[in-house]
């Protein structure tokens, strides 16, 4: 059969054996009334309809007799959320979100029926969040998850709406009132302890991390940077990546390069157009070369370049940096930069690398402070492509110096 066209929606044809007319949507077959007939067009289009209606995703059966269970309704949901949570091909951190939220659920009332989830049972929902360590923050995002989940189980017609409006009743826990932990703040990095970091990164990341600081960037939107998706004809370059946080609301995402910028990314777009500008597999290269490089060892003697390796590694460099691969990246370094005391327990070494370490995305913190402090919370809004101050306001520091030096004079 030949392959439908990206987007084209799949013909109606006839189903010999019954006699009957089908069409196939995302892998299921639906039955229609017989082949030629008005009827048949008709539960075609309907379907259809329905079909995009949902996205183009499977339609979700749950094969139970009566009301369905909590169960088996966060079981449907994340078949849903498998196929609608999904970015370039890979399933969104949401989906695996919503899978830590929804075995907590069923864990307190997994064997109950999905109709008689209310109000109380999800402010025990809650208390068991709290009980986990949860931050107050995740708990208040979560809480919204799960009503968002039997909000779906209603308009799939697979559970009643009795106790949906009570569900939305329940409100966030709030600051001071409850035992929920508050979440640390993300603070930026102090520059000396960049500066250390850099010195023990291979050198492609520590491009990465320069990049990333100047521009403000997201650690994704740094991984993702190509010569093709880099305008570079103006005094300052405008990069507009293939993929953001905010494409699926259809957000614009252009990052201003500037001098300093260009300067570390320059050497890089000597490639391919369409090829990722920071590459693992070069980096891992480059490594092996220092490594070579600095050989004691008489070539003759030893292990050869080349002979110790596994001939199928269990992973191997991809074609780019992933965000999670960049982060334990700079990890790595900043334990050979903050090397932790030899006579601490292993549980103290564990908590010295964790205060010690520092993740790309606080980067961005860092450069969202700056500009703020010399541009003011406007150019540090654009500059970082929020759509609102107040998401900035999270990101920039507060500048206490400008604070009290206005008190000083009016105080």
């Known amino acids: 059969m030949a392959r439908l066209k990206r987007g084209a929606i799949p013909g109606i044809r006839r189903h010999k054996p019954s006699g009957k007319a089908v069409v196939t949507l995302s892998g299921q077959d639906f039955y229609l009334a017989t082949w030629g007939t008005k009827a048949a067009l008709v539960e075609y289009d309907r379907v259809v309809n329905e079909w995009l209606a949902r996205g183009r995703r499977p339609l979700v059966v749950v094969e139970v007799e009566g009301p369905i269970t909590v169960t088996e309704l966060a079981a449907a949901f994340k078949r849903y959320a498998k196929g609608y949570y999904v970015k370039n091909g890979k399933q969104t951190s949401e989906y695996h979100v919503y899978w830590s939220i929804l075995k907590v659920v069923c864990g307190l009332y997994g064997r109950e029926s999905a109709d008689s989830f209310d109000s109380l049972k999800l402010q025990a929902v809650q208390q068991k969040m709290i009980a986990l360590g949860w931050a107050r923050n995740s708990i208040n995002r979560h809480t919204d998850r799960i009503v968002r989940v039997f909000a779906w189980g209603l308009a799939q017609k697979l559970i009643g709406g009795d106790e949906l409006a009570g569900l939305r009743e329940v409100k966030g826990l709030r600051k001071g009132r409850t035992e929920a932990r508050e979440s640390d703040p993300v603070l930026p990095v102090a520059e000396s302890t960049i500066q250390t970091t850099l010195h023990n990164l291979p050198q492609i990341v520590a491009d990465m991390v320069k990049l990333q600081r100047l521009a403000g960037m997201r650690p994704e939107e740094v991984c993702l940077i190509r010569p093709q998706d880099v305008d570079t004809s103006g005094a300052v370059w405008f990069y507009r990546p293939e993929s953001h946080k905010n494409e699926h609301h259809d957000h614009a995402r252009v990052v201003c390069i500037g001098p300093k910028g260009q300067d570390v990314l320059r050497p890089y777009l000597l490639r391919a157009k369409d090829a990722y500008c920071f590459d693992p597999a070069e980096s891992e290269a480059k490594r092996l070369a220092e490594v070579h490089a600095a050989r004691v060892t008489p070539i003759g003697h030893g292990n050869r370049p080349g002979t110790n390796r596994v001939a199928k590694p269990k992973r ?44 790309p995305n606080r980067l961005r913190h860092s450069a969202a402070t700056e500009i703020r402090k010399q541009f003011g919370l406007e150019a540090a809004q654009v500059a970082l492509g929020h759509a609102g ?16 030096a206005v008190m000083a004079q009016v105080g």
């Open 389 to 404: 101050a107040d998401v900035t306001q999270i990101y920039a520091e507060r500048d206490l110096a400008k604070a009290a």
């Open 316 to 359: 191997k460099p991809g074609d780019r940096y992933t965000t999670a691969s960049y982060r334990r990246a700079i990890h790595r370094a900043c334990d050979r930069a903050f090397p932790p005391a030899k006579e601490l327990t292993a549980e103290q070494i564990a908590a010295w690398r964790e205060q010690h370490r520092w993740s």
